[in-house]
């Protein structure tokens, strides 16, 4: 059984800054790591993504620049960096993990991710 938890949500102002971690426990093994969001009345969307392997990362347009996706090997975790934070960034964000080798558009899509957490809340004020 795989759990994958989010945490560092939270309400923050416009300009500031938060950082999302998400663990995995469990058996798994971990090729890519993404992390997408849904704000109420939307679809679910993608936002970053990185490869295990090699540490690739892959950014939505609308939060390149701001956002930095990282990952701790040892500790089989992956954090968002969101910096210069936006009221339109306010949703649920969600760590998604697939033990699958995937590659070029694959990163940015949602239904190769096996593995989805709770989702963590970011709201951010005008």
């Known amino acids: 059984q795989v759990q994958v938890i989010e945490s560092g949500g939270g309400l923050v102002q416009a300009g500031g800054s938060l950082r999302l971690s998400c663990a995995a426990s469990g058996r798994t093994f971990t090729r890519a790591a993404g992390w997408f969001r849904q704000a109420p009345g939307k679809e679910r969307e993608f936002v970053a993504a990185i490869s295990w392997n090699d540490g690739s990362t892959f950014y939505a347009d609308s939060v390149k620049g701001r956002f930095t996706i990282s990952k701790d090997n040892g500790r089989n975790t992956v954090y968002l960096q969101m910096n210069s934070l936006k009221p339109e960034d306010t949703a649920s964000y969600y760590c998604?993990?697939?033990?699958?080798?995937?590659?070029?558009?694959?990163?940015?899509?949602?239904?190769?991710?096996?593995?989805w957490g709770q989702g963590t809340q970011v709201t951010v004020s005008s």
């Open positions: 998604a993990l697939t033990p699958r080798s995937i590659g070029g558009t694959g990163y940015y899509t949602a239904r190769v991710y096996d593995y």
